[in-house]
T-cell receptor, first 113, second 112 residues
Framework: GESVGLHLPTLSVQEGDNSIINCAYSNSASDYFIWYKQESGKGPQFIIDIRSNMDKRQGQRVTVLLNKTVKHLSLQIAATQPGDSAVYFCAENRENAGNMLTFGGGTRLMVKP | DSGVTQTPKHLITATGQRVTLRCSPRSGDLSVYWYQQSLDQGLQFLIQYYNGEERAKGNILERFSAQQFPDLHSELNLSSLELGDSALYFC???????????FGAGTRLSVL
């Protein structure tokens, strides 16, 4: 069935290094993709989004890359900090499906000091 | 702080009971969404309201219902509760459909 999934359930990086979190999606009709960060005991927090007509979008210390050819999405975090430790979810949104978000399974990012 | 308020934070109840979860969207947001997060299912979309009207339904059980009131707050009603309904329930809001959804802190429901 249609799904949004993640390649790595847990990613451990050294503080100061760059992190890359990957996500595969199967529905080529998705209009845009969103990355959320969820810290323990909190709700998902919006990080960055990208429309399906874009390949790359940058934010503060984060970059999202979209490869529609292989249906792959990635989130790059530069100079990872301890405060970046959390579970990261990719989600897809389809306007013709009521704009509901379909979430991937999540990747836990652990930052080692 | 996302601006989305959910109450209560925690809810403990017994099987067969009924509970109501409340959500106040961000100021100005007309769309409200409900999601369920469980360990085995991840984050699942339940239902969406826009300005008081139901707009989309996901995998929401018939035992569950929701509504959005004229002041735009929303309530999710869960009845005939089962052990498997134990989960985190999140509300999100957006200005309109297709815009960024901002999530509340969630309500943790424990059915014993």
């Amino acid at each position: 069935g249609e799904s949004v999934g993640l390649h790595l359930p847990t990613l451990s990086v050294q503080e100061g290094d760059n992190s890359i979190i990957n996500c595969a999606y199967s529905n080529s009709a998705s209009d845009y993709f969103i990355w959320y960060k969820q810290e323990s005991g909190k709700g998902p927090q919006f990080i960055i989004d990208i429309r399906s007509n874009m390949d790359k979008r940058q934010g503060q210390r984060v970059t999202v890359l979209l490869n529609k050819t292989v249906k792959h999405l990635s989130l790059q975090i530069a100079a990872t900090q301890p405060g970046d430790s959390a579970v990261y979810f990719c989600a897809e949104n389809r306007e013709n499906a009521g704009n509901m978000l379909t979430f991937g399974g999540g990747t836990r990012l652990m930052v080692k000091p | 702080d996302s601006g989305v308020t959910q109450t209560p934070k925690h809810l403990i109840t017994a099987t067969g009971q009924r509970v109501t979860l409340r959500c106040s969207p961000r100021s100005g947001d007309l769309s409200v969404y409900w999601y369920q997060q469980s360990l085995d299912q991840g984050l699942q979309f339940l239902i969406q309201y826009y300005n008081g009207e139901e707009r989309a339904k996901g995998n929401i059980l018939e035992r569950f219902s929701a509504q959005q009131f004229p002041d735009l707050h929303s309530e999710l009603n869960l009845s005939s509760l089962e052990l498997g309904d134990s989960a985190l329930y999140f509300c999100a809001s957006s200005v309109a459909a297709g815009y960024i959804q901002y999530f509340g802190a969630g309500t943790r429901l424990s059915v014993l």
